[in-house]
């Protein structure tokens, strides 16, 4: 035991729902880095990001883990209920579109005698991906917030939507970067300034409540939060406006998609992508203005 009678290891770390979790989380990411690296294998900037989520989620599940058991993040100068919380809801998110993702480009419905048993590899990797997902979203149900409890930013409805809007805006940097004809308006390079400008404050939100420092900023924090939220709602309400209409109108783009255009590399399904995103983390903002009262 330690100098406050506290043991070494934390018991509840391994024992208890949310560290049970935690080892499905490890298992899972494990076992899906292993059929991959053994025969379902990944090509493209497709898989690429495939694997780049279940690495990156399983060595960060793994040092959670064993910083948790170790009782070792206490020395770490951050909050480390908001980060956990935070790193989860980002996994799940991650992994669900993994789980989308991976099947969609890399399992075929038909398969020769001698491509077959790499197929149901790649059905393996998908269904343990997608359990996976759901062992990180039974972390969030757990650590979220609960009333009459108090508890970090990030799990409350506010934080943990925070995370979602940061993601789906890098959804919409992946199909712009796909695209790269946003620079033919003006009306057009505003909509991807806006994306940006929210995309950095939310990142700026996240970053100061997992460092533990929101005293840095000069005034109210909660306020701060609710003012930003409400003029990134009226924001995303006129890129909701525009972006469609030079994109989609006869004038400006084209409201059908191109016959030539190929899978993956098609400008106009990457546009219609974020056409759907924006809309998406307009709601999710909308979500977040009206939870935010309630900080």
């Not at 292993?34 to 900037?45: E, I, K, R």
């Not at 969030?140 to 506010?158: E, F, I, N």
């Not at 970053?207 to 900023?217: A, M, N, R």
Request: proline share 2%; with cysteine; glycine share 6%.
């Amino acid at each position: 035991m330690d100098a406050h009678g506290e043991q070494y290891l934390n018991k509840s770390a391994v024992l208890s729902a949310l560290g049970i979790a935690r080892m499905i989380q490890i298992g899972l990411g494990c076992t899906t880095l292993s059929l991959v690296a053994h025969q379902a294998g990944f090509s493209a900037s497709y898989g690429t990001f495939c694997m780049f989520v279940w690495c990156f989620c399983f060595a960060v599940s793994l040092v959670i883990f064993t910083m948790d058991v170790t009782r070792l993040h206490g020395c770490m100068p951050i909050s480390w209920d908001n980060f956990t919380v935070a790193f989860a809801m980002l996994a799940t998110l991650m992994y669900i579109t993994a789980s989308v993702i991976y099947p969609v480009y890399f399992v075929q419905t038909v398969c020769t005698e001698l491509r077959c048993e790499e197929r149901n590899y790649r059905i393996a990797v998908t269904v343990c991906s997608s359990i996976c997902s759901f062992a990180y979203a039974a972390e969030v149900l757990l650590t979220r917030a609960k009333p009459g409890h108090v508890v970090g930013y990030m799990s409350t409805v506010s934080g943990l939507l925070k995370i979602a809007q940061g993601f789906v805006a890098c959804i919409i940097f992946g199909a712009l970067a796909n695209d790269g004809g946003f620079n033919r308006y003006v009306a057009t390079q505003y909509c991807v300034a806006i994306y940006s400008l929210c995309f950095s404050v939310t990142v700026v939100v996240v970053v100061l409540t997992v460092s533990g420092k929101t005293s840095w900023v000069r005034f109210s924090f909660d306020r701060f939060v609710v003012i930003y939220t409400f003029f990134a709602v009226l924001l995303y309400i006129s890129v909701a406006i525009i972006w469609p209409i030079f994109c989609f109108d006869l004038r400006y783009g084209h409201p059908r998609r191109p016959p030539e255009c190929i899978r993956g590399k098609c400008g106009w399904d990457s546009r219609v992508v974020v056409a759907i995103f924006t809309y998406v983390n307009l709601i999710f903002y909308l979500i977040d203005l009206v939870y935010s009262q309630r900080i």
